[in-house]
Structures are given as structure tokens and as C-alpha cells.
């Protein structure tokens, strides 16, 4: 994430961060087997296609992936077509890297560089768990909060929604570190659907969520056969769909 007027903005690119937010994402159709699998999330790279209201706007990709140092990274690139090049550069990339254990998800940084010379959209969180802390800039603005155990960033909430999912637990909520704010989200079932894609049809299940105060509400469809990865993604706003990512490579 009609009629064709120009690229859609979409808040530029804080809807396209708001959309990476919600998956994760590979250049090629592969089955390639990782064994890399941590408290019930399982490693993987996929790639979408991104389409806001109608208007196809690119690809994007992302990684959820072990580090050799026992943490986990979550990286995600954009990949914008002629007209997305109006709303995200090429050059725009976001990086969080996180602890998982069977005790949960710790998030210990997030870096979101928005391909720009002048750096004026970039996000940079830091935890500190030791001291209960989060301190960071966003989009040029220092802050700083205390926070509690279980509080996630935009990257590592997509492994504990991961991790929840495959544990058969029910998410309610999550607490993020998000736009320089802390945030509450909601999170609520709507079911299950049958999803066809490039790479063949899932089942999946399909999970809501909204941040507090927001007009936005992200579904997002998780297939349990690829780990409860995501398949699609759609971010609607006041009833209305705007950005929509399907998945067309997966790679695990």
C-alpha cells in the first residue's frame, strides 16, 4: 500500500513502514529448507507485491533470520516501481534485531533509514532491559520512555505474533514502541480463508488489529502450513482498503 493522478503518497513513508509492520518478506520462488527454528518461530524470506488503493506501487521484501550471535534480525527492503519511487527510494530499509526465547520476544534495537540524504524520516530505538528503558529519535525528535516486559517495536512484534500464533495462544494485545510514542494495540480473530497464490493456495487465519486512537485497521492472513507466515496483508482505513501486500515468493 482509482484512478491514476499521480503515486500514491500514502503518507509517503510512514504508511509503507506501517505495511512492512504488518509481514515479512524473497527475490525467488524457493524450497530451500532452513533448519533455523527458535521457541516456535521458524526463519523465513518472503516477497510482495504492493498495491495502494487499486495501483500496483512495487515490491517489498523482508527477512526474519538468525544472527550468528544468537539474536535475530528482521530486515525489510523496498523494491518500488516508477510510481512508488514518488512515495519510498529504493534506498529505504528497516532493521530490527530482537532475543527470542520460549519466554518471549525482546526487542534490543530498530533502525528504519528512509533512503534520504537528509535523514529527516529515520527511526532509531534502543532498549535497555537491564534498566526497563526505550530511547531513541524519530524523524528528528529525541525521546525517551520506561517500559515494561513484553513491550515490542515494529519488527519484533511480527515474531512474538509468530510465536504466539504457533504456541496456540490467542493474542490480545501488544504494546509497541512506535512513531516515537508508546502504543497499544488491539488484536482480535476474524476467522479463517482459503488465499491462492503464485506459489499455491493456503488456509489461513486471519487476525486483526488497530492501534488505540487510530482510524487504520491492518488484517493480516497467516497460513499455519509456512509457519504462520503471512500471505496477505491489508491496511484499511475508516472501511476502506488502501495498501494491500499478497505474497508471491516465500522462502524457508
Known sequence: MATVERAPRVGATRRVRAAL????????????????????????RVRYQVSYR??????IEASLQPDADGTWLYE??????????LAISEAAHERGRMQITADGIRPLSYDYDSGSSDHSKDIHIKFDWDHLRAEGSHQGRAFAFDVTPGTQDTASVQAAMLQSLAAGRA???FRLVSSGKLRDYRYWSEGTARIKTPIGEFETVIWANQGDGSSRVSKVWHAPALGYAPVQAIQYRDGRAELQMRLITLEQ
Not at 24 to 32: I, N, Q, R
Open 54 to 59: 487499486g495501483i500496483g506501487g512495487g515490491q
Open 21 to 44: 509492520s504488518l509481514l515479512a518478506l524473497c527475490p525467488v520462488v524457493s524450497t530451500t529448507v532452513y533448519a533455523a527454528e527458535t521457541a516456535g518461530v521458524v526463519a523465513y
Open 76 to 85: 525489510t527492503h523496498a523494491h518500488p516501481n516508477m510510481l512508488g519511487r
Open 171 to 173: 493474542p490480545q494485545s
